[in-house]
């Protein structure tokens, strides 16, 4: 036993071994694959990325090359280093700079030497850059902005995050994805779709040539070029409106519900976030924390209704017979109002208003009353409320207008519950929610939404989700943009506001605005605490409001 | 002069063959597990494969000299080499330079040497010594202390000097004292302290007791031949017992983070999802590295040089403790029973060789080096399959690194002089 125990040991020990390596090797091996095989190097080929015209077909995105040096620190050789600044243009000093930094990073991986090389400087390197181990050209296609306006709308591009790889198995590190606007929302078109070279390498880590005669490569698939709503020449007639001021203007077409303009105060030229100072410039539009030019403030600031507001309230008014045109209800100059003789002020000059007059003179009293009238109807003021809310509503406030932009903000319309919640010992009623009736309190709305609603009182009772997109080659837009919302209020009332709107401009708050020829319909606002300036088109200062639409477009 | 010559004949071609292979695709694995992109040029001592083909010709030379000395040499000084080599050990502790944490090397120009490989030689050395003296009686416990003693010094300065692993090959030893005489009850020991710890990590320090209790009781009611036996059946269990919760006290208590984390990989005990994440970037990494590069040679390998893990240096220190997953990528399951194979028929080439010696002292040195190749063998490999606990030792003869190829040669080829002078009188 002692004698033969070693020689057993010794055996048992290399049978389990082969039958481990029978295992992994033989039992467990997986079958070859040519995407999980390292010796095939996979090569991506990026097809052109759509193009964006405006509705007039003029083209406002294209695409343009763009040069990188690449490095890969390990696989440099004492070269000559003098010469080779030379080509680049830089010192010697950055040139170490840049070394030690690729090299802290990986001494394998490639990463950029120097992005952006010029059309000439890419000329001369071209040649050169096989005596330079460990360096070679990248090219790169960037975006080429052939506009300075719509940033906002227009979006940009840039390398995809970790994230967006770990969401969608399309993308591998290095590949350019929409990151906001239209760029985004239509990525999928915009892209195409990326081909698969198959390239054979050897030991040496160097191409030998294609795998298999190119048989499994996969070809690309060009993206398609979109054409979006937007008029470029409005847009940059609302931009120079907005240089220097912070706020939105908001074209929409009624009868489509595309959007005309979507600006954005301040804006910035599209053209900063491409090329070599893209993350300089990137980084001083994201410091500017007064105007915050990244902030797309027609989608994503909130704020009360105010004025505005009152032509649904009345609307609804008139659609629950609480009035009817002829309805006269006086002001002398405040609302007093509850136990406690709470007043609200009226800035209309007081006297006798019937729905027009109220209207184009915007009074308070009037609004506040036939609100009050419509919640407290027969009595049951939770229910009544909630369809008021509910009808409100399907004018697109209160909630996402499921348009074509990656971002924007619900606003808020209260319903029963929010108050419920809000005053849980203490009933809730019309006067407590007073300030609805004039667009305050709780209201709050984005300057689409009210755009959009403005449009869907221009169709006297329906709108087209507001979009951005008017054609993509080669498919057709969404099924939701060519819907009608329909409201649940009869045309004849929309007419009846119809003219009191027109009265704004011809006796009321807005007749300084009023422009011969062209009859406008529209409504002037300033929510509590504004100052009240008005313009068309404009808004001279922050948070005033103003929204209108002359035969056709309606503008905030 | 002319005994000597006839004794060169008389060297056993066998195990020289084993050598020259091992040697020479060590070198081979070497070259294809770190080069990236450059020439080839074997002279060229900037490369690893440079290196260790100069390790190799060294290694050659030295052989040549090992068999040239007189064959009574290694036995008259065997106890010199190993208080020398103590004092060399002890000496890494004021001229010593870290390396990964290890104190276990000398800087020598732009070489280290790594003197613990050589303490292997002199404590076989040793061992043999001691063992075959007239004196020795291994029956007596005073005789069997004073063994231990050699082997257990080395043993505790190295682990002092924090290189476990290296320590953990002496431990192989005890197949020599086994063979030579030594209680079943050590070896028994041995294993039933292995199979404890293990039991008690995997599942709990009751499911170790129960087991072991089970066991012992099961072995003292089949022998009939005993006294006393319910007293020796409590003293064992109580004996197990102390066994899991001093493997539970050195688990929790004494061993370093990264240990216990290379048992937890091994025994699979990590259940938190989030640190087996964090492990699989680390220890877990080389593991799965190593296994994913052997899994992809599959039946026949990819062939020399065309390894895409091997290419990608994918596994850490591919070229010296996970060499053999390179081996395994690129020459498939094929390649490696080869490696396998040669291994076995090498050890049990030296233990045939060994126990056909007339003269003691040959027999037990023999054991020795078989022993230690042996143990070398199964831990490495064991863990580049992931069998056995990462224990970063070399593969003998086919790791990159100057100290063990030489070392690995002496060791050989003193067993080879040794051998060779069989048929001579002593």
């Known amino acids: 036993m002692r004698r033969n125990f070693f020689f057993i040991i010794v055996s048992v020990s290399s049978i389990l071994f082969i039958f481990r390596l029978f295992y992994l090797q033989v039992y467990a091996s997986k079958p070859y694959s040519i995407y999980e095989d390292n010796a095939i190097r996979k090569v991506f080929t990026y097809p052109k990325r759509g193009y964006i015209f405006d509705r007039n077909n003029k083209l406002l995105v294209s695409n343009q090359p763009s040069y990188d040096i690449m490095i890969i620190p390990g696989l440099v050789k004492k070269i000559d280093t003098n010469e080779f600044c030379n080509l680049l243009k830089i010192t010697k000093k950055e040139f170490n700079k840049k070394i030690q930094k690729t090299s802290n990073y990986s001494l394998k991986i490639p990463s950029v030497f120097l992005a952006h090389l010029s059309k000439s400087d890419f000329g001369i390197l071209a040649e050169k850059i096989r005596k330079y181990k460990g360096f070679y050209i990248q090219k790169r296609n960037l975006r080429k902005y052939n506009t300075k306006v719509g940033a906002n709308v227009l979006g940009y591009v840039a390398e995809v995050s970790r994230s967006n790889i770990e969401k969608d198995s399309y993308y591998s590190t290095g590949d350019i994805i929409g990151k906001q606007g239209v760029e985004l929302s239509y990525e999928k078109y915009l892209r195409g779709n990326k081909g698969i070279k198959f390239i054979q390498k050897d030991r040496f880590n160097r191409d030998i040539g294609s795998y298999n005669n190119g048989n499994n490569d996969v070809n690309s698939l060009a993206g398609s070029d979109l054409t979006i709503t937007i008029d470029s020449e409005l847009q940059e007639y609302g931009e120079l409106l907005m240089s220097n001021k912070k706020g939105a203007i908001v074209a929409i077409e009624p009868e489509s519900g595309e959007i005309l303009s979507l600006v954005s105060g301040i804006s910035y030229d599209p053209n900063l976030l491409v090329g070599r100072d893209k993350s300089k410039n990137y980084s001083n539009l994201i410091k500017d924390s007064i105007f915050s030019p990244l902030i797309d403030k027609g989608l994503l600031s909130t704020f009360p209704a105010g004025s505005p507001f009152k032509i649904i309230v009345g609307l609804i008014a008139l659609e629950e017979k609480i ?42 009293s009037f609004f506040a009353e036939v609100y009050r009238k419509t919640i407290n109807k027969n009595g049951n003021i939770s229910e009544n409320y909630d369809k008021w809310s509910k009808t409100v ?16 903000k619900k606003g ?95 006796s009321g708050t807005g007749k300084l605005l009023n422009i011969p020829g062209i009859e406008i319909c529209g409504k002037s606002g300033t929510a509590e605490n504004f100052t009240k300036i008005k313009g068309k088109k404009t808004q001279l200062t922050d948070h005033s409001i103003f929204v209108a639409y002359a035969p056709k477009k309606i503008q905030k | 002069m002319i005994i000597q010559r006839k004794n060169f004949l008389r060297l056993d071609w066998i195990i020289i063959s084993i050598y020259i292979l091992l040697v020479g695709f060590g070198i081979g694995n070497i070259l294809s597990s770190s080069i990236s992109g450059e020439e080839v040029s074997i002279l060229d001592l900037n490369t690893l494969y440079g290196k260790q083909f100069l390790f190799s010709v060294i290694s050659i030379m030295i052989a040549f000299i090992t068999i040239y000395i007189d064959v009574k040499f290694y036995e008259k000084f065997s106890s010199i080499f190993y208080f020398l080599s103590i004092i060399i050990l002890l000496s890494l502790f004021f001229f010593g330079k870290r390396v990964n944490g290890a104190l276990s090397w000398f ?119 005993s006294r006393n036996k319910i007293l020796k059946f409590f003293a064992v269990s109580l004996l ?168 690995f040669t002496i060791l050989l080829s003193i067993f080879i002089r040794l051998d060779g002078n069989k048929i001579n009188e002593w």
């Open chain 2, 107 to 225: 800087p020598i120009g732009s070489f280290n040497l790594q003197p613990s490989e050589f303490v292997k030689i002199t404590v076989a050395l040793a061992v043999s010594k001691y063992i075959s003296d007239y004196q020795t009686d291994l029956k007596s416990k005073i005789d069997q202390g004073k063994l231990f003693l050699i082997v257990l010094i080395p043993i505790i300065i190295i682990i002092l000097q924090n290189d476990t692993g290296s320590s953990i090959v002496f431990l192989s030893l005890f197949l020599v004292l086994y063979r030579e005489g030594i209680s079943q009850n050590y070896i028994n020991s041995i294993f039933g302290i292995i199979i404890l710890s293990i039991l008690t990590l995997k599942f709990s320090v009751i499911t170790s007791l129960i087991i072991s209790v089970f066991t012992t009781a099961l072995y003292y009611l089949l022998k009939r031949k």
């Open chain 1, 412 to 506: 808020m319309i209260p319903d029963s519950d929010f108050y419920d919640k809000w005053y849980p010992d203490f009933k809730w009623g019309a006067l407590t929610t007073l300030s609805n009736s004039i667009g305050q309190g709780e209201i709050l709305v984005t300057p689409i939404q009210l755009a959009n609603m403005m449009s869907a009182v221009a169709n006297k009772g329906y709108y087209y989700t507001p979009h951005i997109i008017k054609e993509i080659a080669g498919d057709s837009i969404d099924y939701r943009f060519r819907n009608k919302n329909i409201i649940n209020i009869s045309e004849q009332n929309f007419e009846n506001i119809e003219i009191g709107l027109s009265r704004v401009f011809k």
């Open chain 1, 323 to 364: 009035i009817n045109k002829n309805s006269i209800i006086s002001c002398n100059g405040s609302y007093i109002y509850g136990k406690n003789k709470k007043s609200m002020k009226c800035h209309c000059g007081g006297g006798n208003h019937n729905i027009y007059s109220a209207i184009s003179n915007s009074c308070n």
């Open chain 2, 240 to 407: 197990c017992l102390m066994t899991s919760l001093g493997t539970l006290f050195t688990f929790n208590n004494i061993l370093k983070n990264h240990q216990k984390n290379y048992i937890k990989v091994w025994l699979n005990l990590e259940k938190d999802p989030l640190k087996i994440k964090k492990m699989e970037k680390t220890i877990l990494y080389n593991l799965n590295e190593s296994k994913k590069a052997i899994s992809s040679g599959g039946l026949t390998g990819k062939g020399y040089l065309k390894g895409t893990r091997t290419m990608g240096n994918f596994v850490p220190a591919q070229h010296s403790d996970y060499i053999f997953s390179t081996i395994g990528e690129e020459w498939g399951f094929i390649g490696s029973v080869f490696i396998i194979l040669l291994y076995t028929s090498l050890i049990l080439r030296i233990l045939y060789l060994s126990e056909i010696q007339k003269n003691k002292f040959s027999r037990v040195y023999g054991y020795s080096a078989a022993a230690i190749l042996f143990i070398h063998f199964f831990i490495n490999i064991g863990m580049v399959l992931g069998l056995t606990p990462t224990i970063g030792i070399p593969l003998p003869f086919i790791s990159y690194g100057g100290s063990s190829l030489i070392a």
């Open chain 1, 393 to 408: 509503k399907s004018f697109g406030l209160g909630k996402f207008l499921n348009n074509d932009f990656p971002i924007g």
